[in-house]
């Protein structure tokens, strides 16, 4: 595939330090691909450039691609690394280095908890004590320098702060390092040793960065040892792709890649090979609202059509019911498998998908949701099996810890008596219960209904098993399915283990207010990423659906969804008639509706409006409370009438109010006809 003028101008330019700046689907990773065969044509030695990605599929697509392009060079005379696998070559060559015995002991996560489960420390947070550590360390911390950048109010933190030290000491007394010890440990021993870190940074003349947006502190002092000594820098990314913040990866080390090399030259790739034009339209939309980025334009090369579709349902079951029946109808029509993905936010949004699609027969696979089953209400449901079986066994300990809520999980299952625990289903029973019940009191009510949605998978697979060890082996086959992959079905997947891929139909699921943003999160802007890196995955077919409630909860539809909403869009609300039985596709009604709208640009509900902007009457202003809850009323299609009774407002209010918050063009002369309008064009 031949490279187009931007992106071989990006690939053949000469200067020393360089971005390559670009939004999705701009063939970035050809880009990259198209440097290297550049340089080795340009006569540079191909075992001088080091090229350098995130995961080993990246570096196995890389090597394959310039393996196709330049046939005569051997595999093994290309450098091309994940960011890991490199530092720990050089560590391996070198241990003493780092101060490492000359055989390095490399510690897998089994290794890691057992420091723990052998002292009898039990960590009792929902974050894994193992995430906060190598978060810490990949930002060059120890466990000193960890404790003295905690904020006054972090209270887990201040906790793992004993962890981190007795996990420092046990693998420093081993001489053992960890996964997230590999790129700081080689940096500490080039600053140490200039000697050692020029004799890395000098075997190479080039540098290639893939996922430039990715970088954490470790990996950017890497990248700084390489071109303080002269080697090229070509690094390629998109700042509006940076999803690894809780891994310490900065978005602001390529925002600020000017400052930090300052002369460098960036690259902006301006075209989209995967998206339809209506989906990069949505996606911009969106991604416009961050302030923190790089305002960059692109456009697609695919002028093909494009499905845009939102639905709001009932419940999440008859989300997933109705999701797995557009995809039975699309894989009937022909399209394979495949080329269809589900996605969400965190993995207790995919159990209901799981279900409808096993119940239509539709082969899938589940990616990046290995986290559900090793959730902390996971292993307190299987401790508590454990434990009503045999009170003192290790299993029911270490599954349980011993914080307090551990304690009081034991103080309520002593209170069952001994006939019941016999009994497999019936102790799973009360473990639902009292599980599903244990939360701190200061958990907010969408943390509560998160947990007891977890409790409430564990307790329907649990449905199917007959002793806790069957369970065990159950979640730890859920676990291995999220690693084997098939040949030819859906893919179901969180959008973190998205990024990067593509598909011809891509649903996007519970996008609802607290979901998608997470209610847990504080930055918004990553939570828009997320959802923009989701809805840039599709190439033709985009559905984006949500529940009227969630977690036993009411929920409102995300504002994603509005901040995204364009002319192109159906939308549906789940207060429609016939609602959940609609199919989250575009119908033949719709299809004609849209087709009248474009022939007839200055009408409809998002059409553009004046710049005249008629003031709302009648019973005062509006609150920004209204206005939310005008909008999600807008947006879930309900009639003139009905919103005019949720709000309490004339039904002339209401519409002087979506004119003036760009929902309605430019108030019609004949207010009756615009009011007939909005109702037929919602109804
Ligand atoms: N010059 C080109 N001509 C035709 N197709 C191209 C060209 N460059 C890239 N493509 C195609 O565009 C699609 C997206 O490319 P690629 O996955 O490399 O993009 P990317 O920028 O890395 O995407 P993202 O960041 O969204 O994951 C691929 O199907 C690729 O084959």
Not at 2 to 30: E, F, H, I, M, N
Not at 249 to 271: A, K, T
Request: glycine share 6%; proline share 5%; with cysteine.
């Amino acid at each position: 595939m031949p490279l187009d003028p931007s992106q071989r101008r990006a690939a053949t330019c000469d200067a020393p330090v360089q971005l390559t700046l670009a939004g999705p689907g701009s063939g970035k990773t050809s880009t990259l691909t198209g440097r290297f065969i550049h340089l080795v044509r340009q006569g540079v030695d191909p075992r001088r450039i080091l090229a350098v990605t995130f995961t080993k599929k990246a570096v196995e697509e890389m090597r394959q691609r310039i393996s196709a392009a330049l046939p005569d060079l051997l595999p093994k005379q290309l450098e091309i690394f994940t960011f890991h696998g490199f530092a720990y070559r050089c560590l391996r060559r070198n241990p003493a280095a780092a101060g490492l015995p000359s055989t390095i002991q490399l510690w897998d996560t089994q290794e890691q908890r057992t420091v723990f489960s052998k002292r009898r420390m039990y960590w009792n947070e929902d974050e894994d004590i193992l995430d906060i550590i190598g978060s810490a360390k990949e930002r060059l911390l120890d466990a000193r320098t960890f404790e003295a950048a905690l904020s006054r109010g972090d209270e887990v933190g201040r906790s793992a702060v004993e962890f981190f030290r007795v996990y420092e000491e046990a693998l420093n007394r081993a001489g053992a390092i960890d996964f997230a010890d590999m790129v700081p440990r080689l940096v500490q021993a080039m600053d140490r040793d200039p000697h050692y870190g020029g004799s890395i940074v000098r075997a190479y003349d080039h540098l290639l960065v893939d996922e430039y947006q990715d970088v954490n502190p470790g990996q950017n002092l890497l990248i700084s040892h390489f071109v303080r000594a002269g080697v090229q820098l070509w690094a390629v990314g998109d700042d509006d792709q940076t999803l690894y913040a809780f891994r310490a990866s900065d978005v602001e080390y390529i925002l600020n890649f000017q400052e930090r090399y300052p002369g460098s030259q960036v690259h902006i790739l301006d075209r989209n090979y995967r998206s339809a034009p209506g989906i990069v339209q949505t996606a911009k939309k969106l991604i416009c609202k961050n302030a923190g980025r790089v305002d960059k334009d692109y456009s697609a090369v695919n002028q093909g059509p494009s499905d845009i579709v939102v639905r709001g349902y009932s419940t999440p079951v008859v989300e997933a019911r109705q999701v797995a029946a557009a995809i039975s109808q699309l894989i009937s029509k022909g399209v394979k498998p495949r080329q269809i993905a589900v996605l969400y936010r965190s993995g207790t949004i995919g159990i209901h998908f799981q279900a409808a699609l096993r119940a239509l027969d539709i082969p899938f696979e589940v990616r990046g949701a290995g986290d559900f089953w090793q959730s902390s209400p996971a292993k307190l449901f299987v401790g508590s099996l454990y434990y009503l079986r045999d009170p003192r066994s290790t299993a029911a300990l270490e599954k349980m810890g011993t914080g307090k809520r551990g304690d009081i999980t034991r103080e309520r299952l002593d209170l069952i008596d001994r006939r019941t625990r016999l009994n497999f289903q019936s102790s799973c029973a009360h473990v639902q219960r009292i599980v599903g019940e244990a939360l701190p009191i200061r958990a907010s009510g969408r943390e509560r209904a998160e947990w007891e949605s977890i409790v409430d998978g564990v307790a329907m697979l649990a449905a199917s098993c007959s002793s806790v060890e069957e369970l065990e082996a159950r979640m730890a086959e859920q676990i291995q399915a999220t690693k084997r992959p098939h040949a030819n079905s859906v893919v179901l997947s969180t959008v973190h283990s998205a990024k990067g891929l593509e598909w011809d139909t891509v649903f996007l699921v519970g996008l609802e207010d607290g979901v998608m943003p997470h209610g847990n999160s504080t930055d918004i802007e990553e939570e828009r990423r997320v959802a923009y890196v989701a809805i840039t995955r599709a190439k033709r077919r985009l559905t984006l659906t949500y529940a009227a409630e969630r977690f036993g909860t009411k929920s409102d539809p995300s504002p994603f969804l509005f901040e995204m909403h364009h002319r192109e869009v159906i939308w549906t609300g789940p207060n429609m008639a016939g609602a959940d039985s609609r199919l989250p596709l575009v119908s033949l009604g719709e299809r004609a509706q849209l087709a009248t709208k474009r022939s007839h640009p200055t009408s409809g509900p998002t059409a553009r409006r004046s710049s005249r902007e008629p003031s709302s009457s009648g019973s005062g202003p509006w609150t920004s409370r209204e206005d939310t809850r005008l909008q999600a009323a807008y947006a879930s299609s309900s009639s003139l009438e009905e919103m005019s009774l949720i709000l309490k407002r004339s039904p002339d209010e209401i519409v002087s109010r979506l004119v003036a918050l760009k929902f309605l063009p430019t108030r019609n002369p004949d207010e009756a006809l615009l009011a007939e309008y909005l109702r037929r064009s919602l109804r």
